[in-house]
């Protein structure tokens, strides 16, 4: 049962974390890489409605907890938090070359 309230208080704040970030992928971007950020978004979005229905139906009772259910949220959850480590690499990648601070450039 852990799982699935654990679960439901991880997927507000995945989601929160995806949509309330700047967005990475500018106008100046190539159709490609704005096609691709958006499609990486709706599948995230997915992902964490499927795991919080699951979720939400096991601790409601009108599901039972068992091994399809938990391989449910828990490949879910890690496809999301897939997709979130891809979005840090793109800011990561994005950023490098620019100094974000004034101290010294010598690293």
Same mark, same amino acid.
């Given at each position: 049962? %852990?799982?699935?309230?654990?679960?439901?208080? !991880?997927?507000? #704040?995945? +989601?929160?974390? +995806? *949509?309330?970030?700047?967005?990475?992928?500018?106008?100046?971007?190539?159709?490609?890489?704005?096609?691709?950020?958006?499609?990486? /978004?709706? !599948?995230?979005?997915?992902?964490?409605? #499927?795991? *919080?229905? %699951?979720?939400? +139906? #096991? #601790?409601?009772? !009108?599901?039972?907890?068992?091994?399809?259910?938990?391989?449910? %949220?828990?490949?879910? +959850?890690s496809g999301c938090m897939g997709l979130l480590y891809a979005r840090i690499?793109?800011? *990561? !990648?994005? /950023?490098?070359?620019?100094?974000? /601070?004034?101290?010294?450039g010598d690293r």
């Open positions: 049962m %852990v799982l699935y309230e654990g679960a439901m208080q !991880v997927v507000p #704040v995945l +989601l929160i974390a +995806l *949509f309330i970030e700047p967005r990475t992928i500018g106008r100046s971007a190539n159709r490609t890489k704005r096609r691709w950020a958006n499609m990486q /978004d709706r !599948v995230y979005a997915a992902l964490g409605a #499927v795991a *919080f229905t %699951v979720s939400m +139906l #096991v #601790v409601a009772g !009108v599901a039972t907890a068992g091994r399809g259910p938990a391989a449910i %949220v828990i490949a879910t +959850l690499e793109q800011r *990561f !990648v994005q /950023d490098h070359g620019q100094q974000h /601070d004034n101290v010294s």
